[in-house]
Nanobody, 127 residues
Framework: QVQLVESGGGLVQPGGSLTLSCEAS????????IAWFRQAPGKEHEGVSC????????TYGDSVKGRFTISRDNAKKTVYLQMNSLNAEDTAVYYC????????????????????WGQGTQVTVSS
């Protein structure tokens, strides 16, 4: 069984920072790739970032490169998303997801490759 629980969302001012957490239980953390997605109202899921357990590589969507950092703490079975220099376009519900034990991210994550999702956490960037 795979369970993912996101936390850390909230309201932040433009230019501010926020760190999201994704706690995995069951077999989820044993899977290779865990990714973050976001969905703004009326839009499709956008791949934000992915981290591969096998080699530690990370990937990012173009809109967040240089501002967001993904990391994982194996002891805590948690994946983090550090978000800096936030702007209004970053407002969305953020989800973490995994897609089976062998999935490998070689670029920005694609929603269709992932089949286990958390419930999401809202991030609102506003003054």
């Amino acid at each position: 069984q795979v369970q993912l629980v996101e936390s850390g969302g909230g309201l932040v001012q433009p230019g501010g920072s926020l760190t999201l957490s994704c706690e995995a239980s069951g077999t989820a953390f044993d899977y290779n790739a865990i990714a973050w997605f976001r969905q703004a109202p009326g839009k499709e899921h956008e791949g934000v970032s992915c981290i591969n357990r096998s080699d530690g590589t990370t990937t990012y969507g173009d809109s967040v490169k240089g501002r967001f950092t993904i990391s994982r703490d194996n002891a805590k079975k948690t994946v983090y998303l550090q978000m800096n220099s936030l702007n209004a376009e970053d407002t969305a519900v953020y989800y973490c997801a995994t897609g089976g034990p062998m999935l490998y991210c070689d670029g920005p994550p694609k929603a269709g490759d992932f089949d286990s999702w958390g419930q999401g956490t809202q991030v609102t960037v506003s003054s």
